[in-house]
């Protein structure tokens, strides 16, 4: 599975426009997420990855890391480019909203 630190994807998306998917609930994405994130739940994962598009590179993230890495499979699995961030969120220390 290919992953990247919070870190470096912070600085990536200083400079680039990134499909990020914020895997957590509704209310954690909601208490503060990247600008420009998309929520998609990981217990809404199953049917609600029909949304994504397959054309898309993906940087999935979580609270710490654990759920987006179990996102991360299932949508390699479906034929998505997918990247875990490590550290998800703990790590973050850029821009939320």
């Known amino acids: 599975m290919k992953t990247i630190s919070a870190a ?3 600085k990536q ?8 998917v914020d895997v957590r609930e509704r209310h954690e994405f909601q208490a ?6 998309g929520n998609l739940p990981l217990s809404e994962l199953e049917t609600g990855y ?3 598009d397959p054309d898309y ?3 999935v993230i979580c609270q710490g890391g654990a759920r987006s890495a179990t996102a991360c ?3 390699a699995m479906q034929g998505f480019d997918v990247t875990n961030v ?3 969120m703990n790590a973050w220390s850029g821009e939320i909203e």
């Open 8 to 10: 470096d994807l912070e």
């Open 13 to 20: 998306y200083q400079s680039e426009k990134l499909a990020i």
């Open 32 to 37: 503060g997420h990247i600008p420009n994130a």
């Open 50 to 52: 029909k949304k994504l």
């Open 57 to 59: 590179k993906y940087y």
């Open 73 to 75: 499979q299932f949508l």
């Open 86 to 88: 490590s550290g998800g």
